[in-house]
């Protein structure tokens, strides 16, 4: 399953390449090297996603990152989107699970097969203002994906024909906490530098 989602970004036209798989396994996203003991077949059949970012231009320019929410029937809160962070970023202050210059997102979910799950994510492309100075995520492209297990067995839902990201809003983070959030307008005008969002917060809606 691919997908191109196209953006303007600093009034340069770019797109990211999005690639959705079954894995072959634990060897084959990984998986194996966050735990040792997955056997080598673990996972066979869960969703591999990756996103790769197409954008011809470098340096801080080119600073961006990734904010992934999910929905998860097997959470403490199966009705609410959540951000899903790198493990290691559980306790920093940033709404961020990948940044850098033009980084690559990389997801491959872990779930026992054998136990009935819905398992949603909503992945954006977002930038702060100037580059990486300011405490805040733009959202400047999105898509969402998924899977399900049943009797039936695994089901990955491929991502939407339409390139229009869904639910699109501004965090800003500080001092802590995430705590704001602006329009999808105040998103596009500080994406070509000409406004900064204003500190509100709205996480996009649960549908």
């Known amino acids: 399953m691919r997908l191109v989602v196209p953006f303007v970004l600093r009034n340069r036209p770019g797109h990211v390449d999005v690639e959705i798989r079954a894995s072959l396994g634990s060897a084959d996203s990984g998986g194996v090297f966050l735990d040792s003991t997955l056997p080598p077949g673990a996972g066979a059949g869960l969703p591999i996603c990756t996103a790769t970012i197409v954008y011809e231009v470098s340096g801080y320019a080119a600073a961006m990152g990734w904010v992934q929410l999910v929905r998860s029937s097997d959470s403490g809160h199966p009705d609410r989107f959540e951000l899903d962070p790198l493990a ?8 961020y699970a990948f940044f850098g210059i033009k980084p690559q997102l990389f997801d491959a979910p872990q779930r026992d097969s054998h136990v009935e799950l819905r398992w949603q ?3 954006y492309l977002a930038v702060t203002s100037d580059a990486v100075i ?9 898509f969402s994906w998924g899977f399900g297990i ?7 839902e491929p991502p939407p024909c339409s390139t229009s990201p869904v639910g699109l809003t501004t965090l800003a983070y500080s001092r802590g906490n995430i705590q ?3 329009s999808p307008r105040d998103s ?3 994406s070509r530098g000409n406004a900064r969002p204003r500190p509100r917060l709205r996480i996009p809606p649960s549908t």
């Not at 290691?88 to 709404?95: F, V």
């Not at 300011?134 to 999105?142: D, I, M, N, R, T």
């Not at 049943?150 to 990955?156: E, H, K, P, V, Y």
């Open 134 to 142: 300011s405490a805040e995520a733009l959202p400047v492209a999105g």
């Open 121 to 123: 994510a909503r992945s």
């Open 88 to 95: 290691m970023l559980r306790n920093a202050n940033t709404p």
């Open 188 to 190: 596009r005008a500080a």
């Open 150 to 156: 049943s009797r039936a067995g695994i089901t990955i």
């Open 180 to 182: 704001g959030g602006g």
